[in-house]
């Protein structure tokens, strides 16, 4: 109602009272309100601040969370609510309705589940600290109806001024002081008794609204005709002071400390502070369009004033007295009231998890749940709830993304706190994996290793074999990269675990175990590679490499899980490890695994049979050694041996192995392959041709390099003298040799010759070869040489004293007493006369002295011989 209209119906006397009753009523509400003591709430309830405003134009009750700062539920009450109250423990709300009645709120259920008849036009309430008696003024019919809130029955009347608005209870609950507009009387009420026991006279000032201190000592009286606040002392209950505060003063409340009143001024659309210690305004707050009541939360933090004109309802904080929010309500509002209801409470759930797809029942306990509105899983409503009492409401859990969301129930009083018993988890179903690249990796771990699969997001673990892998990563939701850890050979299952479970056993990583070298055949090699190497060892199944110091090997065949055959590739002298590598590693560096490149040591050396040795005497030969001083193998072995210098003929040259060429003055030999520390040698037969000093130069090479060139020559000088004195020589071919008419010594040397010594006392020495010697005129002294000779002495002067070595000769002795010797050989001796000498020495001989004169020897010597003598002969061996 507006200050207008307030005055219109003033100076109409005959109906005024009824419409200030409606403006009255705001201060009834008000002072009821600060009479009524917060109670501690039950360990097992938690309750939270609201503000309840009765909106006289709307018929309806608004129920404002203040911890949210929103409107939590609109309750219809019927016509006209004005004045209004909350029980301590915040479960019932009572509206007083100008239309008749009282209802009774269930603030839990958030609608009216009572009504009280009590006398006309009900506009003030108030309820005693304890919450047992409510006392509610009735405007049309002069009285206070006092109910038991136990039975919500009226238990007494009291007859009061005229136009009652207001009511205020003592702390103590034993007195009540109510305000008779009509009469400018407080009429103090004995609730004990249900009798007035005293009448305070206020003038024609319209008394309205009404509050008592939290001590009991002062009551406070908002004189809605004056303009002021009476003071009155409820000791004596006389008035001690009036204050002076907005126009048309209205509600009026005290904090629960009792050291503010604050005064609702519908002239002005303010809030008066007054100072109870010294009864003056010390702040005047401007708020929305006639405010008509005001009510103090139990903790003194707010004030709440109702904008009557506005639709609206100003919070101001009291520390700064300033307005911090409005918010609207219904029209018309009046009443206000602030209660600690219960709010809402789940204690446990069950089950407390279930698929994101959603679809799972899942059963809520709690407190205060019966009147359930809306149950959430996480922001998500469910599927559907059923509130089945006030401890239990059965839910069904909507789709929602995997991980924990809290449950929560809303009811008229709010929505349940949330806390760890709330808890529900959505679990995405159990992985599953589909593969694992690779399948297969080292027992000593560190194999990255993907896996492929579904459900993998959350995942929380990863293990191989139950071990957990050294790390992993989820891609998404269909692939992991993780880490095998350290395991044993064999195989074990790959597992991946998320809030749903863990993955089916099935899919198998097999660790293998590292390779080992344990020898090595042959242990070293030339720099060149290309060795064949055994290798043994073991776990060398599934070899990818085999390396030399890191260089992979030139080729390797797996023989079997001990055996390896590599081909060594090239690399610098020195000794390197040979390392295999599997799927299960790589081999570790050991002694035995140790290969030496060394390339064959090469050398040669020449040395000669006799030196010095003589023109025209036997041939001599060379020998040339080619030696592997090691370690490796050396293959395409050739000796080349040059001879220079005195001339020489070469007659053979014949290897230990391998093959020979012979040139004019070169011998060449392919020996093949030669073995660390073997060897390999070529004797080459040399008759000199000429005198002087004959050398031999010989060299040595093969396939590999050399690590000490230097050795691979070597040089044999011979000399080569004239000790027989030669003065015709021939040559190492077949020659046909002719004396002089002197003294001759003829060498034939090489070659099947045919030398005549011709005149004089002649030296044949024929040489080797199959040589035809024919002494000539004179003494003769012939040499046959190797080979088979043919000599005839022809002179008797001829000696034929000459060794005819080896081979079969025929030696005629010719006239003359001669002295012959077959040497080696089967050979035939022949005696024509004088006094001869003959031996056949070794071999089968025929030896022949019949000459008819006698006095010849013949020796047979070693071999089955014949010998053919005349009387006188002397003969032996035959």
């Known amino acids: 109602m507006s200050v207008e209209t307030f005055q219109r119906s003033r100076r109409r006397r005959g109906g005024w009272h009824r419409r200030l009753a409606m403006t009255a009523a705001v201060s009834v509400a008000s002072a009821g309100l600060l009479a009524v003591g917060a109670q501690p709430a039950s360990a097992a309830v938690v309750t939270h601040p609201f503000a309840y405003v009765a909106n006289s134009g709307a018929n309806t009750v608004t129920a404002y969370d203040a911890t949210t700062a929103t409107v939590a539920s609109t309750i219809v009450v019927g016509s006209t609510p004005l004045g209004l109250v909350a029980t301590p423990d915040g479960a019932r709300v009572y509206v007083a309705k100008l239309s008749g009645g009282v209802s009774v709120i269930d603030t839990a259920a958030g609608a009216v589940v009572a009504s009280i008849a009590v006398g006309s036009q009900p506009i003030g309430i108030a309820i005693t600290v304890d919450g047992t008696r409510i006392l509610v003024v009735n405007s049309g019919s002069n009285s206070v109806s006092m109910i038991d809130t136990a039975t919500n029955a009226v238990t007494a009347t ?48 319209q008394p309205a609204g009404v509050a008592i201190t939290p001590d009991g000592a002062t009551v406070y009286v908002a004189r809605y005709g004056a303009g002021t606040v ?19 003063p209205s509600g009026v409340a005290v904090s629960p400390d009792g050291t503010r009143a604050y005064v609702a001024n519908i002239g002005p659309d303010t809030i008066s502070v007054i100072d109870t210690a010294t009864d003056t305004v010390t702040a005047t707050v401007p708020v929305g369009s006639n405010p008509s009541r005001v009510a103090v939360t139990d903790d003194g933090s707010t004030v709440y004033a109702t904008n009557n004109g506005a639709g609206s309802v100003a919070a101001i904080n009291t520390a700064t007295n300033t307005v911090t ?35 799972t029942s899942v059963t809520i306990t709690g407190t205060s749940l019966a009147a359930a509105t809306a149950v959430r899983f996480g922001a998500t409503p469910a ?69 492929t699969g579904t459900h993998f997001t959350g995942a929380t ?35 991946v675990t998320n809030a749903g479970g863990t993955s089916a056993p099935g899919s198998g990583y097999t660790y293998v175990a590292a390779p080992a070298v344990t020898a090595l055949d042959p242990t070293s090699g030339p720099t060149a ?47 390197v490890d040979v390392t295999v590598t599997t799927v299960g590693g790589t081999s570790a560096a050991t002694a035995s695994s140790r290969y030496t490149y060394a390339d064959a040591d090469l050398s040669v050396s020449v040395t000669d049979s006799a030196d010095p040795v003589s023109l025209g005497g036997d041939p001599y030969t060379y020998t040339v050694t080619a030696a592997n001083a090691g370690p490796s193998t050396a293959t395409g072995v050739t000796v080349s041996t040059t001879l220079s210098g005195a001339s020489t003929t070469i007659n053979s040259a014949t290897p230990s192995q391998g093959s020979c060429t012979t040139g004019a003055a070169t011998v060449s030999c392919t020996l093949g392959t030669i073995a660390g520390s073997g060897s390999a040698s070529v004797t080459i037969s040399v008759t000199p041709s000429t005198s002087g000093t004959a050398t031999a130069t010989a060299a040595v090479s093969a396939t590999e390099p050399d690590p000490v060139p230097a050795n691979n020559t070597d040089t044999e000088s011979t000399t080569v003298d004239n000790a027989l004195g030669c ?33 004089g006392t002649d ?90 004169i006698g006095g010849d020897t013949a020796n047979g010597g070693l071999g089955t011989d014949t010998c053919t003598v005349d009387g006188g002969d002397t003969t032996s061996s035959c």
């Open 727 to 759: 003065t015709i020589v021939g040559t190492a071919g077949n020659d046909s040799l002719n004396g002089t008419n002197g003294n001759d010594v003829i060498c034939g040397l090489g070659g099947n010759d045919t030398i005549t010594g011709g005149n």
């Open 230 to 248: 009476a003071v009155i002392d409820t000791a004596t209950n006389a008035v001690t002071g009036s204050i002076t505060v907005g126009a048309v």
């Open 461 to 495: 673990a990863v293990a191989f074999g139950g071990t957990p892998a050294t790390s992993f990563t989820v891609v998404n939701d269909t692939s992991i990269t993780a880490t095998a850890p350290a395991g044993t050979a064999g195989t074990v299952d790959v597992t």
């Open 325 to 359: 929010t409005t918010f609207a309500v219904g029209s018309g509002p009046f009443g206000v009231t602030t209660a600690n209801v219960v709010q809402p409470r789940v204690t446990a759930i069950s089950p407390t998890t279930g698929p994101t797809a959603g679809g």
């Open 763 to 852: 030296t044949i020495h024929a040489g080797t070869g199959d040589d035809v010697l024919v002494g000539g005129n004179g003494a003769d002294t012939l040499y046959g040489g190797l080979g088979n000779d043919t000599s005839k002495g022809e002179s008797l002067l001829d000696s034929l004293l000459g060794l005819f070595d080896n081979g079969d000769d025929t030696i005629d002795g010719g006239p003359g007493n001669d002295n012959l010797d077959g040497q080696n050989g089967n050979d035939t001796l022949i005696d024509h006369d004088g006094t001869d000498t003959m031996a056949g020495s070794l071999g089968n001989d025929t030896i022949d002295v019949q000459d008819g």
């Open 529 to 575: 590679g290309g060795t064949a190497v055994a290798i043994t060892g073991t776990a060398l199944t599934g070899t990818t490499a085999v390396r030399f110091d890191g260089v992979d090997a030139t080729s390797f065949t797996v023989t079997s899980s001990t055996s390896i055959t590599a081909v060594a590739p090239a690399h610098s002298a020195g000794t």
């Open 383 to 451: 599927t559907s709830f059923t509130a089945v009492n006030d401890t239990t409401v059965t839910a069904t859990a909507p789709a929602h993304a995997a991980g924990p969301v809290d449950v929560t129930v809303t009811t008229p009083t709010g929505v349940s706190t949330t806390s760890a018993a709330d808890q529900y988890t959505y679990l995405d179903p159990a992985p599953v994996i589909s593969a694992v690249d690779p399948a297969t990796g080292p027992a000593a771990g560190g194999t990255p290793v993907t896996i």
């Open 158 to 205: 009291v007859t009061v001024g005229a136009n009652p608005t207001s009511v205020a209870i003592s702390p103590d609950g034993a007195t009540a002081y109510v305000t008779n507009d009509a009469s400018g009387t407080v009429s103090v009420i004995d609730t004990a008794t249900a009798t007035v026991t005293g009448t305070i006279n206020l003038g024609l000032t």
